[in-house]
């Protein structure tokens, strides 16, 4: 519905129709309209993310970044647009969207940056906050801005940059050039109805 429509313009009825029950039924899943819809996207959205298999902690890191751009420039990328356009206002909803689908996505990077700091293959002083920032702001960015297109490419440009610059030269196997697409699913809110 979020590919079609604005998100206050998707009606309690519709989600009904789709959903196959009465809007009464929807409502004692979720509270509104709006929780019934986010969590509906929470749903639809909760990623495969290709960070299993082989690798070291950069090579997972690397293939999330791919992923995220990935996501972005897909029409899923639409619909989490409209999905954060709409909730912006509204204090719950932006609360359990950073809650359930935000929050996790940061912490599996900073695994995998801590992971890579021990291993010796970032600097010791690496700031995994910082460095999350610096690879997710030009893809967000580029797809909120629109002057150019998010591809892989740039999107691997850019991981290979910052974590070129961050890396410890003195370990071997920079850089990264595997790419393991096995799936796995990553956590989200899994507040499923009764």
């Not at 429509?5 to 009464?24: C, L, M, W, Y």
């Not at 010796?120 to 002083?125: D, F, V």
């Amino acid at each position: 519905m979020l590919e079609a429509k604005e998100f206050h313009a998707v009606g309690s009825r519709e989600i009904a129709g789709a959903a196959g029950v009465s809007s009464a039924t929807l409502y004692r899943w979720r509270g509104s309209k709006e929780e019934i819809l986010l969590h509906a996207c929470f749903e639809h959205m909760k990623p495969v993310l290709p960070v299993s298999g082989s690798g070291s902690a950069l090579t997972h890191l690397r293939r999330y970044v791919l992923y995220v751009a990935q996501l972005l420039a897909s029409d899923d990328g639409a619909v989490v647009a409209r999905l954060v356009i709409g909730i912006r206002d509204d204090m719950k909803l932006h609360r359990m969207f950073l809650e359930c689908y935000v929050m996790p996505r940061p912490q599996m990077k900073r695994r995998f940056i801590r992971e890579a700091i021990v291993s010796r293959k970032l600097k010791r002083g690496t700031d995994p906050e910082l460095l999350i920032d610096t690879l997710n702001g030009p893809l967000f960015f580029r797809w909120l801005q629109g002057r150019a297109p998010l591809e892989r490419r740039f999107a691997g440009r850019i991981f290979d940059r910052v974590i070129s610059a961050s890396s410890d030269k003195s370990q071997p196997d920079w850089p990264i050039t595997e790419v393991d697409r096995t799936p796995v699913v990553a956590s989200t809110c899994d507040k499923s109805p009764d």
